[in-house]
Nanobody
């Protein structure tokens, strides 16, 4: 059974930090590029960060560059999103996503986790 189980998130004050984790099971994790998406109320889901299957190439949305860091540990079948200098505009539900490196149609989603940045 394929699963992406997310943890982390919650309420944080502006300027604070949070770390999201996503643990994979049921598929060959090292064959998949991993991404974090987010969706704010009334907005479309947007790509936040992506990391390739080997962990050597990362991409970020302009809005989070220099503040967020995506990483992965293939041995632990996990991907992480370290979020620093958070601001209210980062408030959203964050989703973990897996896409097969060679068959893009094969994709899986985590359950989503709420991140709220507020004083």
């Amino acid at each position: 059974q394929v699963q992406l189980v997310q943890s982390g998130g919650g309420l944080v004050q502006p300027g604070g930090s949070l770390r999201l984790s996503c643990a994979a099971s049921g598929f060959t994790f090292s064959n998949y590029a991993m991404s974090w998406y987010r969706q704010a109320p009334g907005k479309e889901r947007e790509l936040v960060a992506r990391i390739d299957s080997a962990g050597g190439i990362t991409n970020y949305a302009d809005s989070v560059k220099g503040r967020f860091t995506i990483s992965r540990e293939n041995a632990k079948r996990s991907v992480y999103l370290q979020m620093n200098s958070l601001n209210p505009e980062d408030t959203a539900v964050y989703y973990c996503n897996a896409v097969h490196s060679y068959v893009a149609a094969v994709t899986y989603w985590g359950q989503g986790t709420q991140v709220t940045v507020s004083s």
